[in-house]
């Protein structure tokens, strides 16, 4: 039966760089991964308990791929050996135990199987971020008729920026906003242009909070109330977002600049062969005027 | 006086106004009078002027011909030469029946324009109000970089209205309903007329020979509809009636069409008569006949109605394309109706391999024939990875780091139970809720309000319309340089007096209204840092001059 609720899908892509994590332990012992999944499963729980039509999903992004933490495959796949997760022992409702076990379960599994090799040390935030928008694409497929879906995507950054990330990145921003779909941005360690940039464009919210270890108070009261109910609350106000570009020859940011028609790469100086796609251009000067000889008059 | 560039179009001679003898000249532009022996004219009027012209009916003794202007009064010529006063009476009328619409249209058309252009363009009409109503510059001035199309004679891009086509039961719509007595009250519109003499030039070009001189247009459409031209017998009467020649027009147009043909060739029209198996399979073509007269006169009038149909369709089809239509195409299948017979058979082999092709093939399944595009050629396409952004400094990593973290935290992660009571602790939670509270740290707005929502929408209003009105007046200044001609030079110095004009009357009220009304933001000063530019261009020229005269 058709559904006359709208569906609230909420994608959280939770930053588990083992590396990143494993030195904030070393620094942080009270704020460590483990923490940090309880207060994304305190989240998760309480959208899924907001409205019976919420739906989750959750992903971990890591640094040699990007895994599905909850809903996983193999929990559809035969009930039989979802006994053990299905049952809850304390009473809670049972969509919300099964999630966490899910997400435990898989976690352990990721972080069991971690090797980490010496040159990417880098979150896939932007394959990660793409793959949340393909389930988003594929759930709006699978909706009865009639039903309607609006999807957001939370992202909870702990490790810094990859530049190489970003004309994935920005094409994922793009593909996002024409698709109606908010990015919000949870950062707990050091500002990220990019993901500021994201929650610009696509109109999320974007905050850096001030206490790790307060994280599930600021995803609850932040982050979790949707785009309509956020019009109804006092959030933080959007940050101003420097979307100056950096030229391609000192990566310094400029404001007025030369851009290649070719190759659309910047550049702070005009130089008459572009490096990248060795175009040449001519800039035409102001004519030099030859001074005219004057006749002087004789002075009578 | 007569400019010696004048094109004297036509000189009568002994033609009186006032009594008094003269010359009567009509030029390219006007039409002028000169007294007998003296070089000068005493009346002289522009065709624009002169709403109409009016002769004397042809029994009177006196040849006249009247001029009204529209300004209503009137002129009136009259030709006195004996032998040949209406000669020359009938010359002049028909030249200005000539020049006299052409005029016209000039006069209204520029006027009509401007109006047009200020009632589409808002935008416009209030620059035009705050620049030329508050005489700040001249009305010239303002249209005169943009009235460039009105002059000339096309009023294409204006007039991009569809022709409308002719409805092909016209001359039935007209439907003519009974006097009461045995009159017949026909109704005629502007439409229906237009599109009789669309169809039937020939009845234009009778029109237009005989209105109004020997009928009115009352008088020819009773004719017109009285005669037997419109009538469906066709028999030709008498040469009295002045649609005869009509007919017999019509007559050799239908044949000509007739014998140029289709010029499709996969058409074969011929084909299509009526053809008889046998007796009683179909109409048998030999019919004996009892009464020829009858029979004959029956065919006819039936044979009449027909051609008369057929070639109504054709001339209602031909005037509907004729405007449009390219002279030599040679697919078309509409006929021509002036009669030329083209040899349709030098041109078959190219024209059935056309229409089988067209038959044939389809655009959208042919090869794309997509623009041939240049591939990105690109040596450095590693910057295209990091793109514009800035670079930023990496925290390093020792090697030893990196496997020390990943052991701490596979071994964090093995024993992984969630224990969701213990997420929060209320001081955190307490403290996390305090900063985002109103007034908190995260809640500093950040940056400043902008602009926009600080300025009422009115003095945004208005600052738009001093923006747009200036942004036009320094256009003016601005293009006279370089000042080569003494025009340019003149013009400058007038754009200056305009600009500080500009300024006192318009911008200086403003400024102190926004002051009144506390708006500590500097809304103008970006205007007057224009107008200082323009002044110091102005002064930098001025010197310059005054330095080459001395």
């Known amino acids: 039966m058709a559904s006359e609720d709208e569906l609230n899908l909420l994608v959280i892509v939770v930053d588990v760089n083992p590396i990143w994590w494993g030195q904030q332990g070393q620094r942080e012992p009270q704020f460590t991964l483990s923490k940090c999944l309880d207060a994304v499963m305190v989240m998760g729980n309480a959208h899924m308990a ?24 193999s929990w559809k796949s035969g009930d039989s050996g979802g006994d053990e997760a299905s049952s809850s022992r304390d009473g809670k409702y049972e969509l919300l135990s099964v999630a966490n076990n899910l997400i435990a379960e898989e976690i352990r599994s990721i972080m069991a199987k971690t090797e980490v090799t010496g040159n990417s040390t880098d979150t896939l935030l932007a394959g990660s971020l793409a793959k949340a928008l393909c389930y988003i694409h594929r759930f709006s497929k699978e909706l009865e008729v009639g039903q309607e879906m609006k999807s957001r995507i ?46 610009d464009i696509t109109g999320g919210l974007y905050l850096k909070i001030p206490q790790k270890v307060a994280l599930a108070q600021y995803l609850l009261w932040v982050f979790l109330p949707d785009s309509e109910q956020r019009s109804q609350l006092v959030l933080p106000p959007p940050a101003h977002v420097d979307y100056r570009a950096a030229c391609f020859c000192h990566r310094n940011l400029i404001e007025i600049g030369y851009v290649c028609s070719v190759c659309l790469s910047i550049f702070c100086n005009f130089s008459p062969i572009c490096t990248t796609c060795e175009t040449a251009f001519k800039i035409q000067l102001p004519q030099m005027v030859k001074p005219k000889k004057k006749k002087l008059k004789q002075a009578a | 006086m007569a ?48 709403r109409c ?40 009328k028909e030249l200005l029946q000539q020049l006299l619409p052409k005029f016209k249209k000039k006069a209204n058309k520029e006027l009509e324009e401007k109006n047009r252009m200020l009632q589409e363009d808002p935008v416009l009409f209030q620059l035009y109000k705050d620049l030329v109503v508050s005489q700040v510059i001249s009305a010239e001035e303002f249209w005169a970089n943009r009235l460039g199309g009105v002059n000339n004679a096309e009023p294409a891009p204006y007039n991009n209205k569809q022709e409308v086509g002719i409805s092909g039961a016209f001359l039935a719509d007209i439907r003519p309903q009974t006097d009461g007595c045995n009159g017949l009250r026909y109704n005629l519109t502007a439409d229906i007329i237009e599109s009789i003499f669309r169809t039937y030039p020939a009845v234009k070009q009778k029109y237009s020979e005989n209105v109004p001189h020997n009928l009115t247009e009352k008088e020819f459409w009773t004719r017109f509809f009285q005669s037997h031209y419109f009538h469906r017998d066709r028999i030709n009467t008498g040469s009295q009636d002045i649609f005869s020649e009509c007919a017999k027009q019509d007559e050799k147009g239908l044949k000509s069409l007739v014998t140029q043909g289709v010029k499709n060739p996969l058409v074969d029209l011929l084909s299509l008569e009526d053809k008889t198996l046998d007796e009683g399979y179909g109409i048998s073509k030999t019919l004996p006949s009892t009464s020829n007269a009858i029979k004959s006169v029956k065919e006819s009038s039936n044979s009449a109605i027909i051609k008369r149909f057929n070639h109504h369709s054709a001339m209602v089809l031909a005037a509907g394309s004729r405007k449009g239509d390219v002279p030599n195409d040679q697919a078309s299948e509409t006929s021509s109706t002036d009669g030329n017979s083209r040899d349709s058979d030098l ?103 902008s602009i926009n929502q600080m300025v009422p929408t009115d003095i945004q209003g208005e600052l738009k319309h001093l923006y747009i009105a200036a942004g036009e007046l320094l256009r003016h200044f601005w293009s006279c340089f370089p000042v080569n001609t003494p025009f340019l030079e003149e013009k400058v110095t ?23 009304q506390y708006l500590s933001t500097n809304l103008t000063g970006h205007l007057e840092d224009m107008f200082q530019t323009a002044y110091g261009k102005f002064h930098i020229w001025q010197t310059r001059r005054m330095m080459r005269k001395t």
């Not at chain 2, 006249?64 to 032998?83: I, K, Y």
């Not at chain 2, 990196?402 to 209320?426: D, F, G, H």
């Open chain 1, 50 to 73: 907001m409205t019976r039509t919420n739906k989750l999903a959750v992903i971990a992004s890591h640094c040699q791929d990007s895994h599905f933490l909850y809903p996983s495959k």
């Open chain 1, 154 to 199: 939370l992202v909870i950054k702990a490790a810094d920026d990859c530049a190489l990330q970003y004309m994935n990145f920005m094409n994922v921003i793009f593909a996002a906003q024409k698709q109606n779909i908010l990015i919000d941005a949870c950062v707990l360690d050091s500002d990220s242009g990019l993901l500021q940039q994201a929650c």
């Open chain 2, 3 to 50: 400019s010696l560039s004048e094109e004297v179009l036509l000189v009568v001679k002994k033609v009186r106004q006032r009594k008094q003898d003269g010359t009567l000249y009509l030029m390219a532009e006007r039409i002028a009078w000169g007294p007998e022996g003296k070089d000068r004219f005493t009346v002289s009027h522009l065709y624009s002027d002169i």
């Open chain 2, 53 to 92: 012209q009016k002769i004397s009916p042809d029994g009177k003794a006196k040849i006249q011909l009247q001029l009204v202007l529209h300004t209503g009064e009137s002129t009136t010529f009259h030709f006195a030469n004996e032998s040949t006063a209406l000669k020359d009476r009938d010359a002049a």
């Open chain 2, 347 to 449: 041109f078959q082999p190219p024209l059935k391999k056309v229409k089988l092709q067209e038959a044939i093939e389809y655009e959208d399944l042919q090869r794309e024939n997509a623009p041939k595009t240049v591939a990105l050629n690109l040596k450095k396409s590693d910057r295209y990875a990091h793109g514009p952004i800035p670079l930023q400094s990496q925290q390093y990593t020792t090697s030893q780091d990196i496997i020390n973290s990943v052991n701490c935290i596979r071994q964090e992660m093995a024993n992984y139970k969630p224990s969701l009571t213990r997420v929060l602790s209320s001081t955190t939670a307490t403290s996390a809720v305090a900063a985002l509270s109103p007034g908190g740290v995260l809640m500093q707005p950040v940056g400043q309000q």
């Open chain 2, 494 to 516: 007038k754009m200056k007096t305009n600009l500080e004009r500009f300024q006192m009357t318009k911008l200086r009220p403003f400024q102190e209204k926004i002051q009144r």
